[in-house]
């Protein structure tokens, strides 16, 4: 690994706990809030040309789902990678096996978990504490030496992407 990559950290949209009823947390599936909060997070990758080239998910239901929405966007389907190192427990040492275990040298790389080890992840990178809402979405510009360091570039919670995409929409609509 070499340093300059950029990872992209989602987490899982909204997954249905009221009506899910199954001993394995792992099998929740998102609700559709969930699935169309995603579609607008991958519509937003779209938007910024973020030049994702891999995205490595959980196997969790909640968040594999989430990121097959987002790689579909995007066109990415075939470089999805299902990591189990990145459902509970995922850490700042697992990161680092995780992007040195990776195929092709991607340097642009999403990331979809869970909470909170990606904050916790996020936080122990760029030194400071961060917290990622259900489809909140962080960029970390990463440095790769002895120990991961990095910049959090941007964090951007449901609430802001959901305004953004309001504005959007009203802008699309307006004459020029």
């Known amino acids: 690994m070499t340093p300059g990559l950029r990872l992209y950290f989602l987490r899982h949209g909204r997954a249905d706990r009221d009506q899910f009823a199954g001993p394995d947390d792992g099998l929740r599936p998102l609700v559709e809030a969930g699935r169309h909060r ?8 779209l938007r910024l040309d973020s030049g994702i080239d891999a995205v490595v998910t959980s196997p969790l239901l909640r968040a594999r789902q989430t990121a097959e929405i987002v790689a579909g966007r995007l066109g990415l389907t075939d470089t999805l990678i299902e990591d189990a190192r990145l459902g509970p427990g995922f850490d700042l040492p697992t990161l680092a096996a995780v992007l040195a275990g990776l195929a092709g040298d991607p340097r642009r790389i999403l990331m979809v978990g869970h909470e909170p080890s990606l904050s916790t992840v996020i936080g122990e990178i760029a030194g400071g504490r961060v917290v990622l809402r259900k489809g909140a979405l962080a960029r970390v510009d990463l440095t790769v030496g002895r120990r991961l360091r990095g910049e959090l570039v941007w964090l951007l919670q449901p609430r802001v992407l ?3 995409q309001g504005a959007a929409e009203a802008a699309a609509h307006e004459p020029d």
């Open 38 to 45: 995603t579609r607008l997070v991958a519509d937003l990758l």
């Open 162 to 164: 959901l305004t953004c």
